[in-house]
């Protein structure tokens, strides 16, 4: 294992989208118990403080391609189509469109029915999004209007959050 292979090289997994969660859990596992800190105790505390950055660096690689969203985003990065989510946020005109129609739906709605009605709709979404994102990246490998389709996609996490939110304080 080299420190700087990319999360897909480190657990020895395609470099595509479309991921097995199972041989990433798997993997994982396998990965942190070669490089457990408490492996290394006759070794040293360098060995054990090498063992520890290893842990941190599976734990963070198993995180990202885990996460739809973060393991397309890294997968557009490695591709030279970085996201810039904070600096670009331009959207299609028709999305920008449906983000205010359901902010506004969320805003007025005031029964149970009325926010899971946006919480399937935005689920919907959301499943779409992700097939579109296998698509371009895994199929088309165009990953700048990847790079695209995950800034949708934040703002669709985002949105689902804010609905999640909502549905809480109404089912208190």
């Not at 393991?71 to 999305?95: S, W």
């Not at 009325?114 to 579109?132: P, Q, T």
């Not at 165009?142 to 995950?150: I, K, T």
Request: proline share 3%.
């Amino acid at each position: 294992m080299k420190l700087d292979s990319d999360d897909f090289e480190l657990f020895g997994v395609p470099r595509q989208f479309e991921q097995d969660s199972a041989v990433l859990d798997a993997r994982w596992r396998t990965l942190l118990s070669e490089s457990h800190p408490d492996r290394f105790v006759s070794e040293g505390a360098q060995a054990q403080r090498l063992a520890m950055q290893w842990s941190v660096r599976i734990n963070e690689a198993h995180r990202r391609l885990k996460d739809p969203l973060a393991r397309a985003a890294y997968l557009c990065e490695l591709h030279g189509a970085p996201i810039h989510a904070e600096d670009n946020t331009a959207m299609p005109g028709n999305f920008l469109i449906q983000q205010m129609e359901w902010r506004e739906s969320l805003d007025e709605a005031s029964t149970l029915a009325e926010v899971e009605a946006l919480e399937s709709a935005v689920a919907a979404l959301r499943i779409n999004v992700l097939g579109e994102l296998r698509r371009l990246i895994d199929d088309q490998h165009d990953h700048a209007v990847a790079a695209q389709q995950v800034r949708a996609l934040m703002f669709v996490e985002r949105f689902a959050s804010d609905v999640d939110h909502r549905l809480e304080a109404l089912e208190q």
